[in-house]
Nanobody
Framework: VQLQASGGGTVQVGDSLRLSCAVS????????IGWYRQAPGKQRELVAA???????NYADSMKGRVTISRDNLKNAVYLQMNSLKPEDAAIYYC??????????????????WGQGTLVTVSS
């Protein structure tokens, strides 16, 4: 099972950016899926996440500027970020907790992380 994130890049202050993440492989079901970010010298923090039931959790620092959406058929999640600030610059990681089949056909529940996509905000 793999998570492939895309959409990062360099933008100007106030610009928008849309990140995408697709989960592929032997998936039985994804419970919650979302985005974290980590800036240099800081801990990884939640940006936004959405549960299988549609519940959404946003970081306080991003409320009003970010929208997360989920496509259950595609096992994908999207993050629309607006009015970007310099402090939003970070590596953004897609993460998905769910039930996955391993190479032996065993079903396990655990959280997976994507490779990260870099967002740079220049002033």
């Amino acid at each position: 099972v793999q998570l492939q994130a895309s959409g990062g890049g360099t933008v100007q202050v106030g610009d928008s950016l849309r990140l995408s993440c697709a989960v592929s492989g032997s998936i039985a079901g994804i419970t919650d899926i979302g985005w974290y970010r980590q800036a240099p010298g800081k801990q990884r923090e939640l940006v936004a996440a959405v549960t299988s039931g549609g519940g959404i959790n946003y970081a306080d620092s991003m409320k009003g500027r970010v929208t997360i959406s989920r496509d259950n058929l595609k096992n994908a999640v999207y993050l629309q970020m607006n009015s970007l600030k310099p402090e939003d610059a970070a590596i953004y990681y897609c993460t998905a907790e769910g039930r996955y089949y391993n190479d032996y056909g065993d079903l396990t529940l655990h959280r997976l992380w994507g490779q990260g996509t870099l967002v740079t905000v220049s002033s």
